[in-house]
């Protein structure tokens, strides 16, 4: 089945230099981007010189909708969706979502572009990431595919600030299971860039992270295995497993964060979020994690199994922490 969301290419033409490489013609779609009545979002491509550690190959990107929830495989070219909030109600803060899928397929609806509808409402801005799974075919270094392209869309978002009306201090990262490894990986990751010749000054901090049943830890009594033997191999050393074991990478400098887990998650345990959140604390990290008692895992915006909306508990949070 063909995905629903729009492709839009535009040309390019001569502009300052910025930290990343990115659509000079970004500004020139500010016409068409900021109606903010449009109802398709624009489809950004993530990179304009190249795309690190590709390797050559036919686009085999699919697309199919399987009981209402769109699955994305095999993305080879990766792009963000951009919504934004009309002006009147826009606050300057941005979100990156990554949706979910065990690095195996990317959730786009239900934990991307609903979820960046509901942003958008609330006059935030929202960008919903298409990026790379783990795959030998398509990159040479598949590791760490993911993590480059959250990276480069984190610096898109940035460098497009103004134009965008965003505030700088206010860009942070979602994430849905799987999803939520790779805005954990960014939120714990980000002394360097992965990105080659990335500028030293180049900022892939995001300032806060907004995390949802999410993969975090390689111990294998709580682990997704299949999330971390998609990214890393099944042979992956111990060594090579903590490096993304993201609850030993948290420091006081890890960016605030919101978690929510289900009691009942039987794909990955709640204990995730727990040892992400109680590394937050011993950091000083400001943390607020919601366990509902039922919920299963991949609930998306809507937890079925109460009236309690963990959407609105996040503006919430986010307005106390001024973000």
């Known amino acids: 089945m063909a995905c629903n969301y729009c492709r839009i290419t535009f040309n390019l033409y001569p502009m300052k230099k910025l930290r990343f490489p990115l659509l000079a013609a970004i500004i020139t779609l500010m016409p068409f981007a900021t109606s903010y009545g449009q109802k398709i979002p624009v489809e950004l491509p993530l990179y304009t010189k190249g795309i690190p550690n590709e390797k050559p190959g036919p686009d085999e990107e699919k697309t199919a909708t399987t009981n209402g ?4 495989s095999n993305v080879r070219t990766p792009s963000v969706y951009v919504y934004l909030p009309a002006p009147e109600i826009a606050t300057g803060t941005a979100v990156l979502i990554c949706p979910g899928g065990g690095y195996g397929i990317l959730a786009a609806s239900h934990e991307g572009h609903d979820v960046a509808k509901k942003f958008k409402e609330q006059g935030i801005a929202a960008f919903v990431l298409k990026y790379r799974l783990p795959d030998a075919k398509t990159s040479s270094d598949p590791s760490i595919a993911p993590l480059q392209d959250a990276q480069q869309a984190l610096g898109m978002i940035r460098d497009s600030a103004t134009a965008w009306h965003l505030n700088l201090n206010k860009v942070g990262i979602m ?15 980000f002394q360097k860039s992965y990105l080659p010749n990335a500028a030293k000054e180049a900022n892939v901090r995001p300032d806060f992270m907004l995390l949802l049943y999410p993969v975090i830890s390689s111990d294998k009594a709580i682990a997704h295995q299949g999330s971390f033997d998609k990214l890393l191999g099944k042979e992956a050393s111990q060594a090579r497993l903590l490096e993304f074991s993201n609850e030993k990478k948290v420091t006081p400098q890890t960016p605030p964060t919101f978690l929510v887990h289900a009691s009942d998650d039987k794909a990955v345990p709640a204990q995730n979020s727990i040892v992400f959140y109680e590394a937050l604390l011993q ?5 607020e994690l919601h366990i509902y008692q039922n919920g299963g895992h991949g609930f998306g915006l809507n937890n079925p199994t109460t009236s309690d909306v963990w959407f609105e508990r996040c503006i919430n949070w986010m307005k106390s922490n001024k973000l």
């Not at 994430?175 to 990751?189: I, Y």
């Open 175 to 189: 994430g849905f299971s799987a999803g939520g490894h790779l805005a954990a990986t960014v939120g714990t990751h």
């Open 283 to 287: 950091n000083n990290v400001p943390a």
């Open 69 to 72: 929830i769109l699955r994305i």
